[in-house]
């Protein structure tokens, strides 16, 4: 099992910057993809930003320049740097991951580990 505990979620005006951490505990595995899904009020889970364990990056249109995903091994943690944020971006943010062959899927189906999400929300 995997547990996974979001943070840095909050309030901020738009074109302002958040930095979105997943501490990641339990079962470790060597190959994996994580990500960043986000879900808006009446809206479906849509994917932001995943990783693969080689550190392979990939963002959704929507976030292409202004979001980055990073990982930290060493501190098994997982980070969303959301900068110029617009009020669309308001959502809740969850943090994913699957056990993988190293590659990553779109689909919130292919992750099995989900954290408890925390909001953001950006004014205009």
């Known amino acids: 099992q995997v547990q996974l505990v979001e943070s840095g979620g909050g309030s901020v005006q738009a074109g302002g910057s958040l930095r979105l951490s997943c501490a990641a505990s339990?079962?470790?595995?060597?190959?994996?993809?994580m990500g960043w899904f986000r879900q808006g009020s009446g809206k479906e889970r849509e994917g932001v930003a995943v990783?693969?364990?080689?550190?392979?990056?990939s963002y959704a249109d929507s976030v292409k320049g202004r979001f980055t995903i990073s990982q930290d091994n060493a501190k098994s943690t997982l980070y969303l740097q959301m900068d110029s944020l617009k009020p669309e971006d308001s959502a809740m943010y969850f943090c994913?991951?699957?056990?993988?062959?190293?590659?990553?899927?779109?689909?919130?189906?292919?992750?099995?580990?989900w954290g408890q999400g925390t909001q953001v929300t950006v004014s205009s």
């Open positions: 994913a991951a699957a056990r993988s062959g190293g590659y990553c899927s779109w689909s919130p189906y292919f992750f099995g580990y």
């Open positions: 990783i693969t364990s080689g550190g392979r990056p």
């Open positions: 339990g079962q470790t595995y060597r190959s994996y993809c």
